[in-house]
């Protein structure tokens, strides 16, 4: 398959939690105008995006929100469900062990680890947490091919290291540091705290307009 | 000031975090190959996202971390602490609350709600979780700016209703689900079933690149 705008790659995961949303729903067909409405993403970029994959609708009738789910799942490679190993059970790390989005979403957490012997042996979310220590042994053990990293900046390199050792293909790191990965690895960073600071830049800029409009207004 | 390109919106809460790094271990002065290595954004990149603000650097010397955290704060809106209002104490919410990284950038959550009446009047992370129901008083009697969203899909757009009643300009969305606020407020979802969707799109590619390769060298 051609290589995909990451733009498009970003919104497949919309248009798929949605699809499975009307499939769930009993909705037979689904026009590019209300999924736009769903989801916030013009329907122009929704039929340009969805063309790309062939004939997935009926001109002027819609989309089968089914089969919308079956190729959308097919192209993210989402078709079985990934296993995943986490490694760090603090606060991050334990809502994502009882996020029930993921299941959803196609993704069951299998192993979880952490270095903590207060949190190792813990059952957490239905998963036992088990000795950092193992975790390249029984990664490997069970093929396991997608990593989590919610450790501490300190040790996320290491942690990324041993997941690569242990035969991991796709990482995703919580940790607020950049990690190093061979060129065959995927590494995606999920950063809260830099969405929080743009979100400050956006917003202080909103509120300085509010306040050049309000004191306009104050002087009519 | 001009508006600034979403990309280096992105990139500059990155420069912050490790100018705030190297002013914080004595370093005097850094060059954009240093910083580049340690963030991984190139050199060009940041030269270029920097020159936007004027005599950031001197040509050949580099930049002194503590005027680069001094003047990224000042462009982010980040000269003083955002108070924050977080609705929904569950699993992402807990972990939100006791996060030390958000003080460390800047921001401070100092309302938390939640509706569960076994949440309410629990302390979690040194703070009283109070009753939703209060929440648009609270928030603007308080005057927070900024609001965290928490909560189950279904109870999003309530929320964020709430949220805009009582004042709040910049909202952060946890919940996997599309919120319309009016154009004066500032919306940022962070998705992570989204972001696990497009690690597998990427994971599967490599894992079948790998699979091709291999094969290859088997038939040698």
């Known amino acids: 398959m051609k290589d995909l705008p990451e733009g498009c790659i ?5 248009y798929l939690r949605q699809a499975q949303r009307y499939s769930d729903s009993g909705v037979d067909t689904v026009s590019s105008k209300e999924l736009s409405e769903d989801i916030g993403v013009s ?3 929704i039929r340009k995006d969805l063309s790309q994959f062939g004939e997935f609708g009926t001109r002027g009738v819609g989309y089968n929100p089914e089969k919308l789910v079956k190729e959308i799942k097919s192209i993210l490679n989402l078709h079985s469900t990934w296993d995943l190993a986490l490694v760090g059970v603090g606060n991050i790390g334990s809502a994502l062990l009882t ?3 993921f299941e959803e979403g196609g993704f069951c957490i ?11 042996g813990k059952n957490i979310g239905g998963l036992e ?24 900046p300190g040790n996320a ?3 990324a290291d041993s997941f690569v050792e242990g035969g991991v293909t796709g990482i995703l790191n919580f ?10 690895i995927e590494l995606i960073q999920v950063d809260i705290t830099c969405e929080l600071s743009r979100l400050a830049y956006y917003t202080g800029e909103k509120l300085r307009t509010k306040e050049i409009e309000d004191n306009y207004l104050g002087e009519e």
Not at 175 to 184: I, N
């Open 175 to 184: 940790a607020p540091v950049k990690v190093d990965v061979p060129s065959g």
């Open 129 to 152: 947490v088990l000795d950092v220590e193992e975790m390249t042994s029984r990664i490997s053990e069970e093929g396991i091919d997608m990593g989590v990293i919610a450790v501490p």
């Open 110 to 120: 299998t192993l979880a680890f952490d270095r903590d012997p207060e949190v190792v």
């Open 99 to 101: 996020n029930p989005e």
């Open 10 to 14: 970003r919104r497949l995961p919309l």
């Open 43 to 45: 329907p122009e970029t």
């Open 157 to 159: 390199q290491s942690i």
